[in-house]
């Protein structure tokens, strides 16, 4: 169909990025068996959560949570070049997935810095608020320049896009979209892009080199493109997740990534099993080798942290590192942890009031009967509002990732002791310049969400 087609024959964003985790989710359920048996293990416990907590059931039914949880994924992706990065942005792009956040995990010795693919409105967050980790080697940081210079050329040979994706990509920055047939062969041109591959591009000895020097920079490097390492499902009780993974055949991390267990989860933790060891076969026909990168992931999410907020969850979480330099892998680390915590607020009502935490403010049924009576009231009555039963306050889900989480899942399916130490090296306007924009302030982005609800409740409430 021609660019001159009419944005009503159009498909939306939305149901573009739909169409794509679902279809990716069948692949990796196929590569990967374990995935299939996480997710199963999952809805499990997320039925079960459901059945015995109606006050949660209620609440996120109210907030529209329960039609987004089945299908809520993340993914991650590892790209070795800037070109990489920048169509990817693009790619993104078409299923309404932004920009957001920059991590730099080389303070952990994981030579890539990262975004966050996803959509950014509130409305599209409920729609299916998929979102893609994604990091980008950091060339620099391989110490031998034989080798750095070795594993440029290697990547400039590559494209890991298709002739097809590319069109289509191009198609809907010139058309503003894709008709439903475009969208579908955008879906199946794409999911080319995030396919396991078992033939190296190198041969045993240069996968070897790049392995000694890091196994990312071998994952990244010496494949034909950027696999899908793993893809996320939400549970609503990670510890009976973590409990229950044994129990399913699958080898689960020992320690659940993030903040302790809490009545009100804050936050992101994160739990996984541990990366396959797959055969591969190698460009000089030496034989197999054995590759590990792929695994599969479990995530809890919480209410999104104000920057007050952040600043005393960063404060406590060094407190409980600082005590032991074995860090997560200390014996008694779950107990310090916790302990730790108890300097965090633990309700809802505590977190909203110290603002340390997102809200968004709705009105209630009462408050629904009292829309346009109530003259002006200003912001600072929403706590006699909220006690008066007219205005409720549901927790606003942080949809982003953890630097200190994401690393420590990094390196727990990376050869478990390995820990290569590079200095923290934040290069967030080089990411941007090879990205090709800015990244969103994930935190500005909560702000701006629950600064609209208030503007709206009290809209309303004016009449």
Known sequence: MSSSCSSSAFVSTNEIRHRFSSAMSEMYRLEVPQYGTLVDLVADINAQVLQEDAALRAAMQEAGEIERLGVERHGAIRVGTAAELSTMRRLFAVMGMEPVGYYDLSVA???????????VSDE???ANPFRVFTSLLRLELIADPELRAKAQAILAKRNIFTEGALALIAQFESAGGLTSEQADEFVRQALETFRWHSEA?????????????????SDVVCFRGPHINHLTPRTLDIDAAQQ?????GIAAKDVVEGPPRRACPILLRQTSFKALEEKIRFADDTGAGAHTARFGEIEQRGVALTRKGRALYDTLLAKVRSMDSAGSAAPDY???LAAAFGDFPDTHDALRREGLAFYRYSLTPQGEAKRGQLGA???ADLDALISQGLVRADAIIYEDFLPVSAAGIFQSNLGGQEQKQYEANAAQQAFEADL???????IALYADAQQRSIEQVLAQLKG
């Open 334 to 336: 779950e107990a310090r």
């Open 201 to 217: 591009t190198v041969d045993a000895e240069t996968y070897a080199a790049l392995l000694k020097a890091h196994r990312l920079i």
């Open 244 to 248: 229950a993974m044994p129990q399913r």
């Open 124 to 126: 599209a967050l409920l």
């Open 436 to 442: 090709g924009a800015s990244v969103h302030d994930e």
């Open 377 to 379: 009231p200003a912001e």
């Open 109 to 119: 010795g994981v030579p890539v810095h990262s975004t966050a693919f996803r959509p």
